[in-house]
């Protein structure tokens, strides 16, 4: 890893744009890797585009790679931001700070060093989570909120412990990424069985093999690995958050996207409870990774969704401090 005097490392490795495999044609001369300090973390951000903000949040066990296949369209309309989070990819990974609330305060710490008052985001399965407690502590920051597929503690319903096959099959991980510390015990060495699952049960479409490999070199590392599992250790702090939440219900726009083979219309009754404008799309042919298995499909809703805030007239830059690219 390469570096100046005063300046952060140069991101380096398959975790970075420069490393990354199998990238879209054209990624590497819209989009650069720097690292960014906000107080106690040191965050991996993928940066790229013109036009106004819209941070893009992966889910679990992904990272930033999630958002690769539509991330050079968005960037034709919009300046990009795909960072890693907390505890994920090239990011640093502290033994605490996973409830949401924290989530959410690292990436506006990020936006705010990269300059950014007033963005979009768009988040998928705990990146619904992270943007839900974002655009809920921050309403003032958020113009508008798009989120995929999972259900959101402390505001949808709770499953039952003897829930039916299907929903167990989908669902089980919750309670086992909860562990205290067997889970890492078990998983390691089995990287490839327990995380290949997740991928290949939740998908209508199969994620192509290389992506899949990617994600779980990810997660090879022990540090990385108990980190993985770190936002679900810290779900009782996050329900507590978001039955607070919900008493102060968003007013920002929000769009609900569901696979037509997974959650559906879930997501965005999941909204309703907690936001007063929510529009519902179900993708068809579509199972948990809509940005993944139906890119084209996921980048027209995005971009029919973010076209009002796209076409607000700019607002001045925040004369906060600007990250250095690295």
Not at 20 to 28: D, K, M, R
Not at 167 to 194: C, I, K, M, P, S
Not at 278 to 296: K, W
Request: hydrophobic share 40%; aromatic share 8%; net charge negative.
């Amino acid at each position: 890893m390469s570096s100046s005097p005063n300046r952060l490392p140069t991101p380096e490795g398959p975790g970075s744009v420069a490393g990354a495999p199998n990238l879209p044609e054209g990624f590497t001369g819209t989009f650069t890797s720097r690292y960014v300090d906000t107080g106690d973390l040191r965050q991996h951000v993928i940066t790229g585009g013109e036009g106004p903000p819209l941070l893009l949040v992966h889910g679990w066990p992904q990272t930033w790679y999630a958002w690769r296949l539509i991330m050079p369209a968005l960037a034709r309309d919009f300046f990009v931001v795909a960072p890693d989070q907390r505890g994920t990819g090239l990011s640093g990974k502290p033994a605490d700070g996973y409830d949401t609330g924290t989530l959410a305060g690292d990436l506006v710490a990020l936006m705010d060093a990269l300059g950014h008052q007033r963005f979009a985001v768009a988040g998928h399965d705990t990146g619904m989570w992270i943007g839900y407690a974002l655009a809920a502590d921050h309403p003032d920051r958020v113009a508008r909120l798009a989120v995929a597929e999972t259900p959101l503690p402390g505001v949808s319903p709770s499953p039952p412990l003897f829930a039916p096959m299907r929903l167990n099959n989908a669902l089980w991980h919750f309670a086992f990424n909860r562990l205290a510390g067997v889970n890492d015990q078990l998983v390691t060495g089995r990287e490839e069985v327990y995380f290949g699952w997740q991928f290949a049960t939740k998908a209508a479409r199969p994620l192509p093999d290389y992506a899949i490999r990617h994600y779980i070199d990810t997660l090879t590392d022990p540090e990385a690995l108990h980190a993985s599992f770190a936002i679900y250790r810290a779900l009782e702090e996050t329900i507590a958050q978001n039955q607070h939440r919900k008493t102060r219900r968003l007013t920002m726009p929000v769009l609900g996207i569901g696979g037509g083979h997974s959650l559906r219309e879930q997501v965005a009754d999941t909204m309703k409870l907690a936001a007063d404008d929510v529009q519902t799309l179900v993708i068809p042919d579509c199972g948990h990774h809509p940005a993944e298995e139906t890119p084209e499909q996921t980048l027209a809703a995005l971009t029919a969704f973010l076209a009002p805030y796209r076409d607000e007239p700019a607002a001045a830059p925040n004369p906060g401090p600007q990250a250095a690219p690295a």
